[in-house]
């Protein structure tokens, strides 16, 4: 991507960030993202449901507030399954009202499988713009949602496991990371930084993070979250594609301390759909970001490990 070089222009794509952001006022900023996919469970509904709620936490990861949302749909013409996009739609347009926005329109092609996702456009004074950029050395990471929507899918793909046994799984991809956000804003400044965890997996984007903000992390595996079986389905090769290549990626930036076990080493690279936030927050609050994140309910709100000074991008795991 060429470099966008206007003053007006905060946020563009030279960090890796969540999304775009451009200010229109000294106090304003438009904040904007676009992500799609194919569906990961059998419910259409469902499905739109979640790809709304996954658009949705780049704003969140920004520090914005949605304001609307455009459809980008791409569905076969088959009857059967040309009968469910609007489903799918519905879904997606219910998630956005529960954002407090709206969808305003879209556009559709044709495609032999389908697809479902959004433009979504939040807005955010410049001064309280969450990035993946400003994160220090000291700093704690703090994660709101467990790993391993995509193991799980996979397995729900193979019928090694059923919705029913998804269904924490689900659960969290339809959460909206809004309550992530309200718990940030609560310990205002102490965050210094943020990002969500999607298909790049914990160790992608935090790799993103670190790199943008020159310093590099520790991670204790133990204390990141994982669904419940999602171990079991690792073992049992229910590995996605682009968890295995997250997997290569990280082999270049990451140094796992002997006793990290390859399930887990599997695990803290699985791509994930709509998951939680990971914020880079002073040490000396972490108990306040904790205790405000178990007020508002996130599905999780674990101390997974801290950020040092190193070489930018570098990652430690330990046991």
């Not at 969540?18 to 259409?44: G, L, Q």
């Not at 739609?89 to 044709?110: P, Q, T």
């Not at 229910?238 to 140094?255: H, I, L, M, S």
């Amino acid at each position: 991507m060429p470099p966008a070089t206007d003053p007006r222009v905060l946020v563009a794509a030279l960090t890796r960030d969540d999304a775009a952001v451009y200010r229109i006022a000294d106090d304003r900023a438009v904040v904007a993202t676009i992500d799609f996919f194919t569906p990961i469970v059998d419910d259409a509904y469902t499905f739109g449901a979640i790809a709304a709620a996954n658009a949705l936490s780049d704003l969140y990861a920004m520090g914005a507030t949605p304001l609307f949302a455009l459809n980008m749909v791409a569905w076969p013409r088959d009857p059967e399954i040309l009968a469910l996009v609007g489903d799918a739609v519905r879904g997606a347009a219910d998630k956005m009202r529960e954002a407090g926005g709206f969808i305003l329109g879209g556009h559709s092609i044709e495609d032999t499988e389908p697809k479902l996702g959004l433009v979504a456009v939040g807005e955010a004074n410049p001064d309280q713009l969450l990035t993946n950029a400003t994160a220090r050395p000291g700093d704690h990471l703090v994660l709101t949602k467990p790993i391993g929507t995509g193991v799980l899918s996979t397995a729900l793909k193979r019928q090694s496991i059923d919705e029913a046994g998804m269904e924490d799984a689900i659960r969290s991809m339809m959460t909206l990371n809004a309550g992530a956000l309200d718990a940030a804003r609560r310990v205002g400044k102490a965050v210094h930084a943020a990002t969500d965890v999607t298909g790049f997996g914990l160790l992608g984007h935090l790799h993103a993070m670190l790199a943008a903000s020159g310093v590099a992390a520790r991670v204790t595996a133990a204390a990141v979250p994982l669904f419940r079986t999602v171990r079991a389905h690792v073992a049992a090769g229910a590995v996605p594609g682009g968890t295995k290549r997250n997997r290569d990626a990280a082999a270049e930036y990451t140094t796992w301390h002997d006793g990290t076990d390859a399930e887990v080493q599997v695990l803290l690279c699985d791509a994930q759909t709509s998951g939680g936030l990971l914020l880079a927050i002073d040490g000396a609050a972490v108990s306040d970001l904790i205790g405000a994140l178990r007020d508002e309910g996130t599905l999780a709100s674990a101390d997974i490990g801290e950020l040092i000074e190193g070489p930018p991008g570098r990652i430690e795991v330990l046991p």
